[in-house]
């Protein structure tokens, strides 16, 4: 059974700094482009960032371009996010989600995890 | 970038059928799949369809998708609804600029 958990979620004032990370099982993680997705409080879904099978390639949401950086690990079947210079309408739940290739680079999430809330405030 | 745009809400009665759009703001909605992701209260997106109609495994097939370029929009229809069948519904497509495009979302209320 596939399993995405979510953890590092938080309260953490503007312009501070926080890292997730996604636990994943049941599949074979080095195989899967991995993404992270958010969603505010009350909001649709935002696709965040997404990051090739060995880490070569990743692509970011111009809003969080120079702030955030997604990684993994491999060996350790985890996918991170780091999040820096954090501000208020980073306010979001954040979703791990495997990519599931349809035609090279078009990608579909095919299951996604619980989600992590973080909160951006003073 | 492109936008997709969804209506806010529809609502429609147990047993009808209701459908509900993804409109593409430029280019074409033929060039990039479309998917359709339910999101029940409280709970993580599920994927509903993918590569335009297809259903993935464990969706009943109440559920189809289609696409239209006359109107340049994208339709999920939703046949023989049920109450737990009420959730938010988000369209999603490619950008060729490396970034993965959300609708708005669709209240869906089953009366």
């Known amino acids: 059974e596939v399993q995405l958990v979510e953890s590092g979620g938080g309260l953490v004032q503007p312009g501070g700094s926080l890292r997730l990370s996604c636990a994943a099982s049941?599949?074979?993680?080095?195989?899967?482009?991995m993404s992270w997705v958010r969603q505010a409080p009350g909001k649709g879904l935002e696709w965040v960032a997404n990051i090739k099978q060995d880490g070569s390639e990743k692509y970011y949401v111009d809003s969080v371009k120079g702030r955030f950086t997604i990684s993994r690990d491999n060996a350790k079947n985890s996918l991170y996010l780091q999040m820096n210079s954090l501000r208020a309408e980073d306010t979001a739940v954040y979703y791990c989600a495997r990519d599931v290739m349809i035609v090279d680079p078009e990608y579909y999430f095919d299951y996604w995890g619980q989600g992590t809330l973080v909160t951006v405030s003073s | 970038n492109f936008m997709l745009t969804q209506p806010h809400s529809v609502s429609e009665s147990p047993g009808k059928t209701v459908t509900i759009s993804c409109t593409r703001s430029?280019?074409?909605?033929?060039?990039?799949?479309v998917q359709w992701y339910q999101q029940r209260p409280g709970s993580s997106p599920t994927t509903v369809i993918y590569?335009?109609?297809?259903?993935p495994s464990g969706v009943p097939d109440r559920f189809s998708g289609s696409i239209d370029s006359s109107s340049n929009s994208a339709s999920l229809t939703i046949s023989g609804l049920k109450t737990e069948d009420e959730a938010d519904y988000y369209c999603q497509s490619y950008d060729s600029s490396n970034i993965w495009v959300f609708g708005g979302g669709t209240k869906l209320t089953v009366l």
């Open positions: 049941g599949f074979t993680f080095s195989s899967y482009w």
């Open positions: 430029s280019g074409s909605i033929a060039s990039n799949y």
């Open positions: 590569e335009d109609n297809q259903r």
